[in-house]
């Protein structure tokens, strides 16, 4: 059984992730791996250069020839990705369209069974899951972590969230919810949910 992890950004699932892992589940990081294969992928950079421009890449300093004997690989010029992206949602869907299906397939090959997935049905790989669990937490507390860990005010803090999926919306459409409000114990909603999914195999995803 494939389980994603969800939640909008403040909502600890990194954290919960982390605590899953000690328990030693092992976690696809679908934000991590999209780096990765953006920065590795020979056909995703080709790709990307193609459609945003060649500056979208950055030349990588020559290593020694005590360091390496591969090829530098060239480095993602993040601000002219983001830029690119900000023109619009037809930029952002231009780029996912890039990336996701690499992804996808990379979560498949790589045999775990659990994911970590910011934008789990904006992506469409709520199709790959067969149980979906949300982390979710207050809006306030949220705010306050996100000004907390980045060191900016609220209003920047809200526009964040606001650019994501709802969490009400998010919400519904899981099977699962875990509190990670910071009052709430955390320890016996994993282990519920663990109970839950080793026990019930045959949960069928309601969001194909």
């Known amino acids: 059984m494939k389980t994603a992890i969800i939640g909008g950004i403040g909502a600890g699932k990194s954290h919960v992730c982390r605590l899953l892992e000690a328990r030693g589940i092992e976690i696809y990081n679908c934000d ?10 020979a056909e995703v950079r080709a790709e990307l250069s193609a459609l945003v421009g060649p500056d979208v890449y950055l030349p990588s300093p020559e290593p ?12 993602l010029n993040k601000p002219v990705l983001r830029a690119y992206m900000q023109q619009g ?10 990336v996701h299906p690499r992804v996808a397939r990379d979560f498949l090959r ?14 469409g790989f709520h199709r790959l ?5 949300c982390v ?17 005010e609220r209003a920047v803090a809200q526009r964040w969230i606001d650019m994501q999926m709802d969490d009400e919306e998010r919400q ?10 910071g009052v709430a114990p955390l320890e016996p909603q994993i282990e519920q949910l663990l109970i839950n999914v080793f026990a019930k195999p045959n949960v069928q995803n309601e969001n194909k």
């Open 32 to 41: 991590a791996e999209a780096r990765r294969i953006i920065t590795h992928d």
């Open 64 to 75: 020694s020839p005590s360091t390496s004997a591969h090829a530098p690989e060239p480095i």
């Open 89 to 98: 949602p037809q930029a952002v869907a231009r780029v996912n369209a890039i």
């Open 110 to 123: 790589s045999g775990k069974e659990w994911m970590e997935c910011a934008i789990l049905f904006e992506s």
């Open 129 to 133: 899951v067969d149980r979906i669990v």
């Open 136 to 152: 979710s937490c207050p809006l306030e507390e949220r705010l306050r972590r996100i000004q907390l860990r980045d060191g900016c």
């Open 172 to 181: 519904s459409r899981s099977h699962t919810i875990i509190l990670n409000d």
